[in-house]
């Protein structure tokens, strides 16, 4: 469902970098958490608010969600399922 290659805006890697100078916690991680953290809070996705996914870390979809793959494409899917591929991504990457 997500595209294999994945990226986030430049203001958000620059969070998550920051946070694993702090805390020791990979981008990876530290992203899975905050997307779940979404969910819990009900935070929804808008593509009114949508930023520009221009960051230049860009990893492939298995190294973003590690042994959460699977759980997070189905709750993307079951929380947005009018959006497509992009939209999802964009989606996951509003949330980290």
């Known amino acids: ?3 294999n290659r994945m990226n986030l805006n430049r203001t958000t890697e620059e969070r998550l970098k920051k ?3 702090f805390t020791g916690i990979s981008p990876n991680v530290s992203s899975r958490i905050a997307f779940y953290r979404s969910i819990e809070s009900d935070f929804r996705y808008s593509a009114e ?6 960051g230049s870390l860009v990893l492939d979809k298995v190294t973003w969600l590690g042994d959460t793959q699977l759980i997070t494409e ?3 899917k079951l929380t947005y399922p009018e959006l497509d591929e992009k939209g999802k991504m964009a989606a996951w990457a509003s949330t980290c």
């Open 1 to 3: 469902m997500l595209p």
């Open 19 to 21: 946070l694993k100078q």
């Open 49 to 54: 608010s949508a930023k520009k996914l221009d």
């Open 74 to 76: 189905l709750t993307l």
